[in-house]
């Protein structure tokens, strides 16, 4: 009796494949937003600065509602970075994202976009293992890291 072995198509197993990686890409381009609230001390931050008035509506529009029957754990983060600061890092991503699209589409070419994404995923995945001790040493460095984070991922397009 002859076993009847089933294959998947390649084409399958690279679709698929090709999800997961950007769905990687993805969660790599955003993650920062979301730890940046766990990362901030927001009970250290000055809320009421010059540079925020011009932003935000006048203060007696806020809402001041307070929250009496909140019984879990509230803690800030130990960095403490102002509204400006905080959108420096989450934008700077884009910085390196946008600059080199021409570049890294012309490596594309070269190289071939199998390696091209391998590459760049391994990359980044390097650089945002850098980004807890980066934060640690100063929010300028954070900035540099997510620039190159950006600059790795420009040849791979959604």
Known sequence: MELKTTYLPTRYV???MAFLGY???FLVRNSINLAIVAMVNYTAIDH??????IITKPS???CEVEYQN???KNEDGPFVWSQP???LITTS???GYVTTNIPGGRLAEVVGTKYLLTGSMLLTSLLTILVPPAAYLGWQYVVFVRVLMGIALSAVKE
């Open 14 to 16: 690279m679709a698929f």
């Open 23 to 25: 769905i990687n890409i």
């Open 48 to 53: 009421n600065a010059a540079t925020m008035d």
């Open 60 to 62: 007696e529009e806020r």
């Open 70 to 72: 909140f019984t879990g």
């Open 85 to 87: 600061i905080q959108a």
């Open 93 to 95: 991503f884009l910085w």
